[in-house]
Each structure stands twice: as structure tokens, then as C-alpha cells.
């Protein structure tokens, strides 16, 4: 069973900065009351966004912030289940959502949806819809049991008889019995192959035995043919390798004559340098008679000699450089010459490589022909080991086909239980047992709202009612405060279905505007009773417009009022009307 036990938020809707707080579980019955607008329903949005991420009212959940302060909306509900304490917070701006057990964050999914997931399969046990036929009867947004479509009614029913278990064996059966037919497939497959090596292995049989009867002289002459031809090959590969070795004999001193042509090209370098500054500073003399950086005068018997001596030092680099150069021509020449042998030599190793290729195919060719020769002389001992291949193929094949056989078992068994999952089968077994018991608090709670007519659910969810000595009345025949009536017996139809099976069963009931459109007084004081006769174990907040009317069936009256710009509650309670709780 869920035990809410207190419900508070800020910054939501119309409410500002500050927590307002409601304790779920203090009192048995706790009327709600205020003006239009006054927010007396945001506890329906807040439980519901809390729980489920969405508007009770269908208000767009941007919307749920506060439009005055627009930022740090937070909404809190903390519950019992089991021997846990759980709570969930989930707000905007910034964006929040985290579940609590026992005070500690349980691990949050990659994936938001997975965790809300979590939240409704795993410890909630109840969906969106089951939690409004169970928790909430409201005037707007809320979509009665008898005005759900076929498969939502299913959907509430099976959470209220704990039977989506048997959905999620479906699933997982069906999981499995892909899986199933997919090895079915691969051992069918297998199969397959195995049937084509045991074919294979019969056709080397049967061309073993024809070659028997061939001629093993042809083999022979083949053989012959080319052991000819290898000694040719191998002559011409010998004639190729004493031709490559000479030309890597000419290139011994290839790396001293390309580090000789290296250095003297550094040192080319190195004396154009210097012949480039002797200019410069010669050039720095003829254009200039006085020092630019000491102003001094610069003698001209010093110009001369100074450009004397740089003129000769320059004519000796001068041909300092065309030696070098003619040791780099020469060098350069044999570095080409190089290159062409090693060329050459390459393309001798490309001919030696090809021709070896040659001659290992011409010795697998050999190879291959003496390997029949010999199978031929052997007397059967190929015979023999194909054989053994096909008894080996053939044993894995009998393995297999039985492997295949269990599988098909599998699976027939699976699709028997497949058929024992579905909705027709062992859910329908359960709800056929519990129609009996929904019906009967279903008009038991109709008789007690003042409404006297004979209401069956069929199988399918379909209803059947007999009233006004008329057959085949639906729902739509009643009038808007009759509806009413019916709407609130399945409330407390699915309350009792849920506490008797323990499943969606919960302390929390919440009823707005109920009373403030179509229950008349009579249908009123019909409904108070039944409210009060639900004990200690039920907390009922009932949201109206007619408080002065009903306040004395409430000990804690919770009263909304706008101040300003934002929603504010004023707690009452009341001494003197008795609460179960204490």
C-alpha cells in the first residue's frame, strides 16, 4: 500500500518563493476551499507533476512556473512503501527531477523517461490513468472509468488486479521466442551447410574412385614438363642474381659519394654567404665617407685597403666555388648513375620475384600432381580419410538436426504459453474471478449514492445496465448528477478492489468540485457517509465551493486566498469534529 504523507511546492503556479506544505496522512478529512482563482487546486497539478511529470489539468507544463518569479519551481511528495520512505523531487528552471529512498538518490538513468519508468513500474506500481481512477475524481481534465476507451479500462483493471506482470512475461516470452526462432533458423542453416559438406565429401569419394581408373602416366608427363621448366626458370633466376650482385658491387661507395655531394653543397652554401657580405661591405664603403655609427671620417687610404683585401678574399672564395661545383657535378653524375642501376637492380629483383613466383606454382602444381599419383597407389588411404570426414560431418549433423528438434519443442512449448499470457488467457481467468467482486461493490456503492439500477461489467469491460425497468441503458442515459453517482461508486469500487489485492491500494483521496456541479444534497450526505465510513486508513481532501454547507463534516479546513499576486493557505482545525486519526 502507498502512504502519502506530505505534498509542498513553491514558485508553482500562482505560488511565490516560499513552501506551502500539506501533510497528506495528519487527517482523516480535509476540506479546500476559496475563491476562483484563489489556487485551491494547485495541490492536484503539484501531486500529479510531482509523480508523473505532467498537469492534472492539462495546464502546459512551461506554464507550471511561476510567471512573476519564472525560475526555481520545485515540487516535493514523500510517501511510504512498504518499509521505505520515498521521495520525489521534480521542478524547473532549473530543470529537477530525483527520487529518494530512504534519503538516499537513487542512480539516475541516461535517459529521463527511463527513470519516470522506474518511478511508476517499479515503485509506484501505478500508471497515470490507474492513479486518476484511484486517487483523483476532478471536474476538469479527468476522464471517467465509463468513458475510457476499451483497452485504457483494461489497462486501469489490470493495475488494480496486479496482472501487468503477466504483460511483462509476455514480453519477455515473446523476446524469447524470437530469439528461439532465430537459432531455429541458424541450426536450419547449419544444417543446410552440413548437408552440403556430407555431399561434398560423397563427391571426393566418388572422384576418387574415378581417378583409379585414370592414367598415372599423364601425371607423370605433366610433372616432367615441368620439372623442365623450373630448371630453365631457375637458370635464368641464377643468370638475373649474378647480373643484380654486379650492379650492387658499382654502388658500394653510393652514401660517401651522396655525403661528399651533401657537404660540398653545405659548403657552397657557406662561401655564397660569405662572398654576399664581402659585397655588402665593399658596397658600405664606396657609398659612405663617414662612420653612421661614430661620425667620425673614414679615411680613404683605409676605403681602399679594406676594399683591396675584401676584393682579393672574394676572388678566392670565387674559386673556392667553382671547384666545389665541379665536385658537385661530378658528384651529381654518379649519384644519376646510381640511381639508374638501382633502378635497374630493382627491376631485376621484380623479374627474379615474378619467376619465383613462377616456380612455386609449377611445385604446388608438382606437389598437387604427386599427392594424386600417390593417392591413386595408396590403396584407398584417401578413400579412408574423406570417409572419416563424412562419418565426422555426418555425426555433427545428426547432433544439430536433434539440437533443431529441441528447439522446435521450445518453441512450441513457448507458443503455449504464449497463448496462456495473452489477454484471452490467464489474465482473463483472474478478471472473469474478480468481475463477480467489482460488480458487487460497484452497485453496492451505487445503492448507497441513492442510485437503485443493476450495473455488470462484462469481460471486455463493457457495461450492461438495467434500470428504470429498461434494457440495455447506458451510461450517456443518465443524467449529468446520475453520472455522478457512477463515477464515484467505481472511485470506491477500484479503492476496495485495490486494498483487497494490495496492489494500487492507497491512503489518498482526493475529490475536486465534486460536490459544487451536479451532487445534489441528498447525493451529498450520501457521499459524506461513505467518506466517513472509510476509516483511519484513508486521508480524504475534498476540493469545494461549498464549504459553509459541508465544513462541519471537516475537522482541518485548508483555506486559499490571492494576496497580491500570489496564493496563500490559512489552516483551520476544528476541536470538535472527531477525526479517526486520533
Known amino acids: ?35 476562483n482563482g484563489s489556487g485551491k487546486s494547485t495541490m492536484l497539478d ?57 534519503d538516499i538518490l537513487i542512480d539516475q538513468d541516461a535517459k529521463a523517461n527511463d527513470y519516470q519508468q522506474m518511478l511508476e513500474d517499479q515503485i509506484l506500481k501505478m500508471s497515470y490513468k490507474a492513479f486518476c481512477q484511484v486517487v483523483i475524481l476532478g471536474s476538469s481534465n479527468y476522464t471517467p472509468f465509463m468513458k475510457l476507451s476499451a483497452g485504457d479500462r483494461r489497462n486501469v483493471v489490470e493495475d488494480l488486479l496486479d496482472i501487468n506482470i503477466f504483460s511483462l512475461m509476455n514480453a519477455v516470452l515473446k523476446e524469447r521466442l524470437v530469439n528461439v526462432k532465430d537459432r531455429i533458423n541458424l541450426l536450419k542453416a547449419t544444417i543446410a551447410a552440413y548437408e552440403a559438406k556430407m555431399s561434398g565429401h560423397k563427391r571426393v569419394l566418388e572422384t576418387l574412385e574415378r581417378k583409379k581408373k585414370e592414367s598415372v602416366e599423364e601425371k607423370q608427363e605433366d610433372i ?3 620439372q623442365d621448366q623450373q630448371q630453365i626458370i631457375r637458370d635464368e633466376i641464377a643468370t638475373l642474381q649474378t647480373k643484380r650482385q654486379h650492379n650492387l658491387d658499382q654502388i658500394v661507395d653510393k652514401d660517401s659519394v651522396e655525403e661528399m655531394l651533401l657537404r660540398s653543397e653545405k659548403l657552397k652554401s657557406a662561401l655564397e ?10 658596397k658600405f664603403y664606396e657609398e659612405n665617407d663617414h662612420c653612421p655609427t661614430c661620425g667620425q671620417d673614414i679615411d680613404e687610404e683605409f676605403k681602399e685597403q679594406t676594399v683591396e683585401k675584401s676584393d682579393t678574399k672574394k676572388t678566392e672564395y670565387e674559386k673556392a666555388i667553382d671547384d666545389i661545383l665541379k665536385v658537385i657535378e661530378e658528384s651529381e653524375v654518379k649519384v644519376s648513375g646510381f640511381n639508374e642501376m638501382i633502378s635497374d637492380i630493382n627491376d631485376i629483383r621484380d623479374h627474379i620475384l615474378e619467376k619465383e613466383s613462377t616456380t612455386r606454382h609449377n611445385d604446388q602444381t608438382i606437389e598437387q600432381n604427386e599427392r594424386e599419383i600417390r593417392a591413386l597407389s595408396s590403396n584407398g588411404k584417401e578413400q579412408e580419410r574423406e570417409q572419416g570426414l563424412l562419418d565426422e560431418t555426418t555425426d555433427k549433423y545428426g ?8 528447439f522446435i519443442n521450445d518453441k512450441m512449448d513457448l507458443e503455449i504459453i504464449g497463448g496462456m499470457l495473452k489477454d484471452s488467457g490467464i489474465k482473463a481467468r ?17 445503492s448507497q449514492m441513492g442510485l437503485f439500477c443493476q450495473f455488470t461489467l462484462d469481460e471486455k469491460f463493457s457495461e450492461t445496465i438495467l434500470a428504470r425497468h429498461r434494457d440495455n441503458f447506458s451510461y450517456n442515459n443518465f443524467s449529468e448528477g446520475e453520472r455522478l ?26 475529490l475536486d468540485e465534486v460536490f459544487d456541479s451536479s451532487l445534489d444534497n441528498v447525493g451529498t450526505d450520501e457521499f459524506m457517509k461513505i467518506v466517513q465510513g472509510m476509516g483511519s486508513k ?45
Not at 80 to 92: D, E
Not at 430 to 446: A, D, E, G, S, V
Request: proline fraction near 1%; charged fraction near 30%; charge should be positive.
Open 46 to 102: 503539484a501531486l500529479t507533476y510531482a509523480l508523473y511529470g505532467k498537469s492534472f489539468r492539462g495546464v502546459v507544463i512551461g506554464s507550471l512556473v511561476n510567471s512573476i518569479n519564472e525560475k526555481d519551481c520545485v515540487v516535493e511528495v514523500e510517501f511510504q512503501s512498504g518499509n521505505h520512505i520515498f521521495k520525489v523531487v521534480r521542478g524547473m528552471k532549473p530543470k529537477i527531477f530525483e527520487i529518494y529512498k530512504d
Open 430 to 446: 483472474i478478471i472473469r474471478h474478480y468481475l463477480p467482486i467489482m460488480n458487487n461493490f460497484i452497485n453496492k456503492y451505487l
Open 485 to 510: 453517482r457512477i463515477d464515484l461508486s467505481f472511485l470506491f469500487a477500484w479503492r476496495e478492489i485495490a486494498r483487497l489485492k494490495n496492489s494500487v491500494s492507497c491512503n489518498l483521496l482526493i
Open 538 to 582: 484513508s486521508n480524504v481532501f475534498i476540493i469545494s465551493h461549498k464549504a459553509d454547507q459541508i465544513s462541519d463534516n471537516f475537522r482541518n479546513h485548508i483555506t486559499f486566498q490571492k494576496r497580491g499576486n500570489f496564493s496563500t493557505m490559512t489552516f483551520t482545525d476544528r476541536t470538535d469534529v472527531v477525526d479517526e486519526n486520533e
Open 399 to 406: 547432433n544439430v538436426t536433434k539440437e533443431n528438434d529441441d
Open 224 to 226: 616432367s614438363r615441368l
Open 1 to 35: 500500500m502507498l502512504k502519502f504523507n506530505r505534498l509542498r511546492w513553491k514558485n508553482f503556479l500562482s505560488t511565490g518563493q516560499y513552501f506551502n506544505e500539506i501533510y497528506l496522512d495528519k487527517y482523516d478529512r480535509t476540506l479546500i476551499s476559496g475563491e
Open 273 to 282: 654567404r660569405k662572398v654576399r657580405e664581402i659585397k655588402k661591405d665593399c
